[in-house]
C-alpha cells in the first residue's frame, strides 16, 4: 500500500512561518477525491485544517482562514500547506490524508493517512 509521508514541522516562535509537505511513497493513480491536512493537539481530538480538490477548491477551518494557504505539489508532493501568523495554538501534529473513491461500483471510498509531523509554537 501507498505510504504517505509529511515533513516540514518544526519549532518556531509565534508569529512566524512553516510549510508542510506531503509525499507519497509511489504516485497515486486511483481516483483521488479530496486531500487534505487534519492536525491533533496534545489531549485534543484531531481536527480538520485544510483541505483541496484534485481541481484546485479549497476549503479552510474558520481558525486558519486567512493565515494558511493550500497548493497542490509537484510530481513529488501531493500537496503544501503554508502556514502564517502561527500562534501557539496552531501547536499539534499534523497529518496528510488522501481520501480516493473507486470509479465503478461499489464505489468504495478510501483513506490514507501519514504519521505526522511536528509544528511547536512557542516564544
Known amino acids: 500500500q501507498v505510504q504517505l509521508v509529511e515533513s516540514g514541522g518544526g519549532l518556531v516562535r509565534p508569529g512566524e512561518s512553516l510549510k508542510l509537505s506531503c509525499r507519497a511513497s509511489t504516485p497515486i493513480t486511483a481516483n483521488v477525491v479530496l486531500m487534505s491536512w487534519h492536525r491533533q493537539a496534545p489531549g485534543k481530538q484531531r481536527e480538520r485544517v485544510a483541505d483541496i480538490t484534485p481541481s484546485g477548491y479549497t476549503s479552510f477551518a474558520d481558525f486558519v482562514k486567512g493565515r494558511f494557504a493550500l497548493s497542490r505539489g509537484s510530481a513529488e508532493t501531493l500537496i503544501d500547506l503554508q502556514m502564517n501568523r502561527l500562534t501557539p495554538e496552531d501547536t499539534a501534529i499534523y497529518y496528510c490524508?488522501?481520501?480516493?473513491?473507486?470509479?465503478?461500483?461499489?464505489?468504495?471510498?478510501?483513506?490514507?493517512w501519514g504519521q505526522g509531523t511536528q509544528v511547536t509554537v512557542s516564544s
Open positions: 490524508n488522501v481520501r480516493g473513491v473507486s470509479n465503478s461500483p461499489p464505489y468504495t471510498t478510501w483513506d490514507l
